[in-house]
């Protein structure tokens, strides 16, 4: 019943759908390793928040260049730990991050170089402010930072992707990413390689600057993405089985296809008596 199943178009066709199955259960691991990467992250968002802060040498790495040079990338499962440091902010390297959103609202974010005793600097985003009245990018007034010693308590991240010119704007550092090898080349000392998302600070901060937020990543996008590539899988190997099944019926003449009926040629019941 099934030996045209063996014909030349019939495998095929059978391979073709075993080639788009597998390729469709590929692309739903794909999604499933990203689904479990986002997973991770996210989890490691939530410990950082609730975490007692550590200190700086249990998250990063000292930078062992000279001037200019960025210090090592931490551990992806050191992104996002809470720590502790103390050292003086250096205003005069102060960095504006322009067109960064926070409430709906595009401004700067301020990184001020943390220098520590020995001599280097780890960059802290001390939150975000409004840009001055005249547009998006007009450069605002940057509250004063602290004089003498400063404790900051954050959470370590990760340097940004992207190409990120830095240049100086009215004698201040602007970039768009923070990327913390390129801003390292503009600075008088060896820079730690990620930088610190103020949450506390000692003495306080400026309440004019705001919180820059941290948004979990969409795992369920993913996950949604894995049960989709499978479903797709299953489908196109239910869908050959189905086209074979009818073949083979039809080859056994179990599906004749029935026209409609002639009303007009049927025998017209005679009345009773």
């Known amino acids: 019943m ?12 059978l391979a073709l759908t075993l080639v788009a ?13 990203r ?8 989890e490691r968002i939530d410990a950082g928040q609730r975490m007692a802060p550590v200190p700086l040498a249990e998250a990063l790495s000292a930078p062992t260049g000279g001037a200019g040079k960025a210090g090592p990338a931490p551990a992806q499962e050191k992104v996002w730990t809470r720590i502790t440091v103390t ?9 504006l991050v322009r ?17 520590l005793s020995d001599g280097t600097a780890l960059l802290v985003d001390r939150g ?42 009215d004698g201040r550092l602007e970039t768009r990413r ?27 901060a400026d309440p004019a600057f705001k919180a820059v937020s941290v948004g979990h990543a969409n795992n369920w996008q993913n996950f949604g993405y894995v049960v989709q590539w499978w479903l797709f899988a299953v489908m196109a190997l239910f869908g050959y089985g189905w086209v074979a099944r009818r073949e083979a019926r039809r080859a056994a003449g179990l599906d004749t296809e029935r026209g409609p009926l002639d ?9 009773s008596a």
């Open 87 to 95: 050292g003086r902010y250096d205003p005069t390297n102060t960095v």
């Open 178 to 204: 923070i990327a913390v090898p390129r801003l390292a080349g503009e600075l008088p000392y060896p820079v730690y390689g990620a930088y610190l998302l103020l949450d506390e600070q000692t003495p306080a």
């Open 35 to 42: 689904y479990r990467g986002r997973t991770e992250v996210n």
């Open 128 to 169: 975000w402010i409004p840009p001055a009245p005249g547009g998006a990018t007009a450069q605002p007034p940057v509250p004063a930072a602290p004089t003498g010693d400063v404790t900051v308590v954050g959470r370590v991240h990760e340097t940004e992707s992207g190409a990120g010119g830095v240049s100086r704007r």
């Open 2 to 13: 099934y030996r045209f199943l063996l014909s030349p178009r019939w495998l095929g066709a």
């Open 263 to 271: 009303r007009a040629a049927e025998p017209t019941p005679s009345a």
């Open 99 to 115: 067109g960064r959103t926070v409430d709906s609202r595009v401004g700067f974010e301020v990184l001020t170089p943390l220098v």
């Open 21 to 33: 199955a597998a390729v469709m259960v590929w692309l739903g691991n794909w999604q499933l390793d």
